[in-house]
Structures are given as structure tokens and as C-alpha cells.
């Protein structure tokens, strides 16, 4: 099978690893504290705060927001039920709005009639890694202090004006989970411009302590450590941060690479008419990090079942992005999202990843080409 998406892991992270567990430090130590300086070096930002995933970082970065029971976080529906869980976690309600169809992302029109006396925070997710445009919701919640959490869990690599995806939130979120680009197994991080909010998140992640742990361990003297409110055990541990730490400086030839694939799939698949595929918007890049395709209305083929024909040809494609609305954690809540529900019913994701060979792409390209030119096939009925 052609996956789907594989990481690019070589002996350098095996070797990072292994110096890690070779040190006797094992959880957050050293490492982290390298991992999140070369991170906010690489945004362009003051603080990163390592953290076990993207989803604990949304956590995380909703309280530092001040969002709690009563209030409402608007989140797309359309994204990985991840978004839409953690503003649960805070007792918050999701208001879910819907998207512009080409970047899948929210935008100020769809966000607008959301917006009430209640709204503490807006999730803005970069879907599938294509920027969503910050300044522009920035400039609908601004004035109306709502903070704008960036969910960029897909989009580390990517850039928005001119700059990485992040560099302008007040609060970014990163997954390092492998079916991102640069992946440690599992984590996530947080980048932000303000030194006591990271410093809060630094208390929060480590049971609200006032001192970490690794800081005390270096202590001369003896360290009696203070809980200053209560929080979690989101750490990273040092052997991730290891490899992080080589996935990050391996990071641009990633995105370049998936970039020169994407636009491969896209000069093949421009002749099927209609069909709709991932691409940059006008004001940044994408890293791709997923690379959809949305059938056109008039497909003889549906969705399903173009997932059923690559499989027979060796192609794992994944259906496109979820709708957090229509699955049953979220039963109940029935908003009208059209655009939404079109994208989460008719599109699909291709294979795409860092070795992926030009002849396995060809392959795709055909399979897919075929099956959505050709009428579909008379369904034979068997002689008795
Ligand atoms: C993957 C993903 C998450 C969750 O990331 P984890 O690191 O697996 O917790 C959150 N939001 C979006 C948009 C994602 O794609």
C-alpha cells in the first residue's frame, strides 16, 4: 500500500534518541529547554512552551485566555474534533461557524454572526496547513477583546505574509504528531510574545509549580517547590525534544519537498474538470501537510466509493477533514454549515510524504484520472 503519509525519520533522530536515554535525563530537562528555543527562534517568537500534544497546548492556551464555564470559543466544525474537545475541558461552550471553501478556514464573514457578549475566544485553525488569514480576524476580535487562539497544529513550515504560520497569534498551538510534518511521536508547543503568559503555561503544564523540576534538580541548595494553582502534567519528555530537535532543522526541506509534490498532483489533476484541489491562498503558503481534493458536484463517482477503488489499486487515501457537528460527541447541536458538511461528504486526501517516489505519485495521479473519467462500468449480472 501507499500510505498516506509517513514520517522522515533518519539515523540522526535514532542517534539524538539514544543520547537522550544515554544521559540518565529522561523527562523535561535540557532538551525541552533546547527544543523550545530553536522552536521560537525558527516562529520568529519570544516564548515556546513544550508541551505532550496539540491538544493539551488548545488547553492550555484557553485558560491563558481566561475562557471558562459561560463563555463561548468560536471553532470551526470542520477540523479535528481536537479543537472543539478542548474548549470542553475549560467548561466552555464551541460555537461552531463554518468555512470558505478553497483554504477550508474560517474567515470574518462565517465568524461575524457568531460573535455575542459571550464569546471570550475564536480558535482559528490553518487546516491541512494552508494559513488561515489572521489579520483579518484579528481585526474583527480585537477591539472586541476576543482572543484569537491559533490552532496550527498542521502548520509548522508554513507562512502567512511573509512570516512563519504563528509568528502573529497571541497564543499559536503546534502538533508533532506524525501525521504532521516534523513529528516526535507525540507533542505539541506553544508559542507566544508574552513572558508572563509563558510563564504561566510553563506552572500549568507542570502541576502548577512554581519551580520545575529540572531547575531544582540543579540547585545547589535544597528547593522546597509551591503550587501556585492547579495544573497538569502536559511535559514533553527530553527523548522527544531530542528528536524534535533534529525534525526541526529538517523541517524546510520537508516543506519543500512536499510543495514540489503538491504542484506535481496539481498540473496532473487539472484536467479532470471541476475538481477543486488544495493550494496556496494569495497571502501565504502552505506546507501541505495534507493535500485534499474536493470531487466536483457532478462526480459519477461519489467519495466512498473512489476510496474503495484506490484501495484495490494499493492507495490509502483518508476521507477529507471531519465535522466535529455530526459526530456523536456533538449530538444535539444542529448548526447550518453548509460549506462544512459539502467539504466533510465530497472530498478525500491523496498520499503525500517526504520519499514519496515520482513513480508512486504517477500511480496515484492514474488511478485517480481513471476512475473519475470513466462512466462508471455496467454493472454485470451474472449468467445462472
Ligand atoms: C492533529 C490536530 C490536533 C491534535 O494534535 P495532537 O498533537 O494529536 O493532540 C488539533 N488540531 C488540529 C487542527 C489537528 O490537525
Redesign the pocket.
Known amino acids: 500500500m501507499i500510505p498516506v503519509m509517513r514520517p522522515w525519520f533518519g539515523e540522526e533522530e535514532a542517534q539524538a534518541a539514544a543520547a537522550a536515554v544515554a544521559s540518565g535525563w529522561v523527562s523535561q530537562g535540557p532538551r525541552v529547554r533546547e527544543f523550545e528555543e530553536a522552536f521560537a527562534a525558527a516562529i520568529g517568537v519570544r516564548h515556546a512552551v513544550a508541551v505532550s500534544?496539540?491538544?493539551?497546548?488548545?488547553h492550555l492556551a484557553l485558560i491563558a485566555a481566561g475562557a471558562g464555564p459561560g463563555d463561548e470559543v468560536i471553532v470551526p466544525s470542520l477540523?479535528?474534533i481536537?479543537?472543539a474537545n478542548?474548549v470542553r475541558y475549560v467548561g466552555a461552550r464551541p460555537v461552531f461557524a463554518d468555512v470558505d471553501l478553497a483554504t477550508q478556514n474560517l474567515v470574518p464573514g462565517t465568524v461575524r454572526p457568531h460573535l455575542t457578549g459571550r464569546t471570550r475566544a475564536v480558535i482559528l485553525?490553518?487546516?491541512?496547513g494552508a494559513p488561515a488569514d489572521l489579520d483579518a480576524l484579528r481585526a474583527l476580535c480585537d477591539p472586541l477583546r476576543v482572543t484569537v487562539i491559533e490552532?496550527a497544529?498542521?502548520a509548522a513550515g508554513s507562512r502567512y505574509r511573509a512570516r512563519p504560520v504563528g509568528a502573529g497569534a497571541a497564543l499559536a498551538?503546534?502538533?508533532?504528531?506524525p501525521?504532521?510534518l516534523l513529528t516526535t511521536g507525540?507533542?505539541?508547543m506553544i508559542t507566544t510574545g508574552d513572558g508572563s503568559v509563558a510563564a504561566r503555561l510553563r506552572r500549568l503544564r507542570e502541576h502548577g509549580m512554581d519551580i520545575s523540576a529540572a531547575d531544582r534538580h540543579r540547585s545547589q541548595q535544597p528547593v522546597i517547590e509551591h503550587y501556585t494553582e492547579v495544573g497538569f502534567n502536559y511535559r514533553m519528555t527530553d527523548i522527544q525534544a531530542a528528536i524534535g530537535l533534529v525534525q526541526l532543522r529538517k523541517l524546510p526541506q520537508m516543506v519543500a519537498r512536499r510543495r514540489e509534490l503538491a504542484r506535481r498532483y496539481q498540473e496532473q489533476l487539472s484536467g479532470i474538470p471541476g475538481l477543486l484541489t488544495a493550494d496556496d491562498p494569495g497571502y501565504g503558503e502552505t506546507n501541505y501537510?495534507s493535500f485534499w481534493m474536493l470531487l466536483p458536484d457532478e462526480s459519477a463517482v461519489g467519495r466512498d466509493e473512489l476510496m474503495r477503488l484506490l484501495a484495490e489499486d494499493g492507495i490509502s487515501a483518508r476521507r477529507g477533514i471531519m465535522a466535529a457537528h455530526l459526530e456523536p460527541a456533538y449530538a444535539g447541536d444542529t448548526p447550518n454549515l453548509p460549506v462544512t458538511e459539502r467539504l466533510t461528504r465530497h472530498s478525500l486526501i491523496l498520499p503525500l510524504f517526504h520519499e514519496m517516489t515520482q513513480a508512486q505519485q504517477d500511480h496515484v495521479v492514474s488511478a485517480v484520472t481513471s476512475a473519475l473519467t470513466k462512466s462508471r462500468p455496467e454493472i454485470s449480472v451474472p449468467a445462472r
Open positions: 500534544s496539540c491538544t493539551t497546548a488548545l477540523s479535528f481536537a479543537t478542548a485553525v490553518d487546516q491541512a490552532d497544529a498542521c498551538a503546534y502538533s508533532f504528531h501525521r504532521k507525540e507533542g505539541g501537510q
